[in-house]
């Protein structure tokens, strides 16, 4: 019995070293990439991932913090286009419709955003800006804990993506540390797999797929 539960500890334990490592090897891999908004490089496309709306359809505070980063860059010249990619697939969550709706309401002209409502992840979204989109270029907006996720798999699905922390300035948390330990291991899986999006062609979900 004390060999079995050994055995079972030391199995225990190696499945959390490879958890942490694979974790640590997509976090540092594109680290090198998150810059300073000023220093943001000239791209065609800002993508912007979803993170939910709050009470009365508006984008939630972490996703209104990704938006007004990807203003300030359109704003500054580094960009041309804003594509907002989030999860329409449910009819009462139109977050795209929102992020659209946020951001014209600030002066970012309507013919320079574009939508992706089958942005059901980041992976999806990642993979459709390449595929469906044709992003070959881009500069990600999202919180630092989510960045580095979001750099490995857009450069692993062959967009040359650079960094920008939506919380740049702000403390780092933790909040989210354990999630992001998983989903990274999750993001390589998938990548290596060349998993498809959930809905791999189309525009909208709305569009034949």
Known sequence: MRGWVLGLLGSGLAMVLGVWVVSLY?????????IPRSQAPQAP????YGAGLAPGGVPSPVLAQRLDAAIALYRAGKVDTLLLSGDNSDPFHDETRAMVRYVVDRGVPASAVQ????????????????TVFGVREAVLVTQRFHLTRALYIANSVGIDAWGVA????????RRYALRETLSRVLALGM??????PRYPSGRT????R
């Open 26 to 34: 997509v976090d540092e891999r594109y680290a090198d990439r998150i």
């Open 45 to 48: 496309v800002a993508l912007v």
């Open 115 to 130: 939508e992706d409502d089958a942005g059901l992840s980041t992976y999806d979204s990642s993979v459709r800006a390449h």
């Open 166 to 173: 939506a919380d740049e300035g702000r403390p780092r948390t």
């Open 191 to 196: 990548v290596l797999a060349e998993a498809k």
């Open 205 to 208: 979900l709305a569009a034949p």
